[in-house]
């Protein structure tokens, strides 16, 4: 079935650090891939999509790339900070059917100053 | 600009007692609902989606329950709560749009 995977946390890095947080997902369709991410008492809000092979999605610094060859969504971010201390979430969904979003297991940020 | 409300943020309820967390939407019409819940230490688990008012689609076979009286309501619930029903609670809307928007959410502990 379909499914997402992420690199297990917690994360801790210092700020001004180069993050990497890896996604890889099993799909049986073409599907539309998002990160999302949760700060300490809050809901998730959606960071950033990617909706078909080779884009790039892109917000408050992070990246992540569509890779269809790897079946994967890295998020990246060059220097981070300790207002990007979260949980990140990696998912998916297939088609146009937002009935069933497949979110990863989540990777939890620590920055340090 | 829409909005989405949950409440209560917290609640501590004791083992056998009923549950009834309530989600409203404001500033748009006929969206997609769910009830996610995030176990400690786990990803999201959707719990129930709604479609439309009345209509109801369950992921897991579990004791709790989801009703959609109201076009921009959806309550949770359960007749009586498990100790596995821990959890921190998320509500969420989507319409016409690939992504979801989630509510602040609520903690349950089940005591």
């Known amino acids: 079935g379909d499914s997402v995977t992420q690199m297990e946390g917690p994360v801790t890095l210092s700020e001004e650090a180069f993050l990497t947080i890896n996604c890889t997902y099993t799909a049986t369709g073409y599907p539309s891939l998002f990160w999302y991410v949760q700060y300490p008492g809050e809901g998730l809000q959606l960071l950033l999509k990617a909706t078909k092979a080779d884009d790039k999605g892109s917000n408050k610094g992070f990246e992540a790339t569509y890779r269809k060859e790897t079946t994967s969504f890295h998020l990246e971010k060059g220097s981070v900070q300790v207002s990007d201390s979260a949980v990140y979430f990696c998912a998916l969904t297939i088609g146009t059917s937002y009935d069933k979003v497949i979110f990863g297991p989540g990777t939890s940020l620590s920055v340090i100053p | 600009s829409q909005t989405i409300h949950q409440w209560p943020a917290t609640l501590v309820q004791p083992v056998g007692s009923p549950l009834s967390l309530e989600c409203t939407v404001e500033?748009?019409?006929?969206?997609?609902l769910y009830w996610y819940r995030q176990a400690a230490g786990r990803g999201l688990q959707l719990l129930f989606y709604?479609?439309?008012?009345?209509?109801i689609s369950s992921e897991v076979p579990q004791n709790l329950s989801a009703s959609r009286p109201q076009d921009r309501q959806f309550i949770l619930s359960s007749k009586k709560l498990l100790l596995s029903d821990s959890g921190f609670y998320l509500c969420?809307?989507?319409?016409?749009?690939?992504?979801?928007?989630f509510g602040s959410g609520t903690q349950l502990s089940v005591l």
């Open positions: 969420a809307w989507s319409r016409d749009s690939e992504k979801l928007f």
């Open positions: 500033g748009t019409s006929n969206p997609n």
């Open positions: 709604s479609v439309g008012i009345g209509q």
